[in-house]
């Protein structure tokens, strides 16, 4: 079970950090991902952290503002957002699947709920 928390609404520029907290401890080889998707969009991957190693990835867009971190003793998965844009305002998702470096929505097993995040430009 994944419960995510920390949308809100920021002005452009501003910075949210959204957090995700698993109910077990992931296995290593496991990947925590961020989703976000827009009404009548398809879900788009964000970032994604591979349990075990730490190494982490993310889509261009976000690139350099974004940072996707975990802490182990919480088994909780963060995402800081900095210098947020209007066309970052999205309905965020978590997300854990069960090999590393995914990106593909349809290979993640668990979801969490989605926390919106709304820019104001």
């Known amino acids: 079970q994944l419960q995510a928390s920390g949308g809100g609404l920021v002005q452009a520029g501003g910075s949210l950090r959204l957090s995700c907290a698993a109910s077990g401890r992931p296995f290593s080889s496991y990947t925590m991902g961020w989703f976000r998707q827009a009404p009548g969009k398809e879900r788009e991957f964000v970032a994604g952290?591979?349990?075990?190693?730490?190494?982490?990835y993310y889509r261009d867009s976000v690139k350099g503002r974004f940072t996707i971190s975990r802490d182990n003793a919480k088994n909780t998965v963060y995402l800081q957002m900095n210098s947020l844009k209007s066309e970052d305002t999205d309905v965020y998702y978590c997300a854990l699947g069960r090999r590393a470096y995914l990106r593909d929505p349809e290979q993640y097993a668990y979801w969490g709920q989605g926390t919106l995040v709304t820019v104001s430009s």
């Open positions: 952290i591979n349990w075990g190693a730490g190494t982490t």
